[in-house]
């Protein structure tokens, strides 16, 4: 393959070798495809210019901010937090009449994500498998 595609053209800087594909049309220029024709050579006048990037400073979003604070969210403690996830909020609101506390918070704030500790978190799915919410 690489005998059958090797041509040597003429670049300003001398002879090249290098890999070339040609596909021959009636009437039209033939299709030119070519690998390592461009001479790589130093060029000792080059100035290496880095620019500083550009700094965006995006907003923290809500539920970092709620996790900095390290705070469960039903019971008050602080320390360990976790995050507990809802597919939906109208789960919530169909899973039973009066919400659980837990339910009650996220349904309040209308957010699917709840910061709890450790012991907040393992309540909330011991009552899910209990079955007394379904989420």
């Not at 957010?111 to 899910?128: P, Q, S």
Request: charged share 30%.
């Amino acid at each position: 393959m690489a005998a059958k595609h090797k041509t040597r053209i003429d670049t300003p800087d001398g002879p090249r070798v290098c890999f070339e594909a040609r596909i021959e049309r009636k009437n039209r220029k033939p299709l030119v495809a070519r690998f390592g024709d461009i001479p790589l050579q130093q060029q000792r006048s080059a100035k290496v210019v880095d620019r500083r990037p550009v700094w965006v400073d995006y907003p923290q979003k809500e539920l970092i901010t709620r996790l900095l604070a390290d705070t469960c969210e039903v019971c008050g403690a602080t320390g360990d937090v976790q995050v507990h996830h809802v597919r939906a909020l109208a789960d919530l609101a169909r899973a039973g009449w009066p919400p659980s506390d837990w339910a009650r918070v996220m349904l309040d704030r209308r957010r699917k994500t709840l910061v709890t500790c450790a012991a907040c978190h393992d309540r909330i799915h011991e009552a899910r498998t209990a079955g007394s919410n379904t989420l």
